[in-house]
């Protein structure tokens, strides 16, 4: 298992730090922890593609730690439409 810090700032946009958002590696399973502005471009940046990831988990749906869920769609909408397709339990966020 190994976690790697994407971004841990706040909602206010800084030159050195970005928004949540963590990977999660256990095996050939990728989780994105929250997915903050520029989220996918930072995974991509440290050598983690969005088309491998397996599962989102969202610890709260507020705008800083979710806004990159729709980065995810829009950059990989074939593979959004599959990853849809691989049953439930892919995408889990905190009771509202």
Request: glycine share 12%; proline share 3%; with cysteine.
């Amino acid at each position: 298992m190994e976690l790697t810090i994407i971004g841990s700032g706040t909602a206010s946009l800084q030159a050195n730090r970005g928004p949540a958002g963590y990977v999660l590696s256990i095996g050939d399973t990728l989780c994105i922890l929250d997915s903050g502005t520029g989220t996918f471009l930072k995974c991509l940046q440290a050598g983690f593609s969005y088309r491998d990831v397996n599962k989102l988990f969202y610890t709260h749906l507020h705008p800083d730690h979710t806004i990159g869920s729709r980065s995810f769609s829009v950059c990989n909408k074939i593979h959004a439409r599959l990853w849809q397709k691989k049953g439930p339990g892919n995408l889990w966020s905190a009771r509202v």
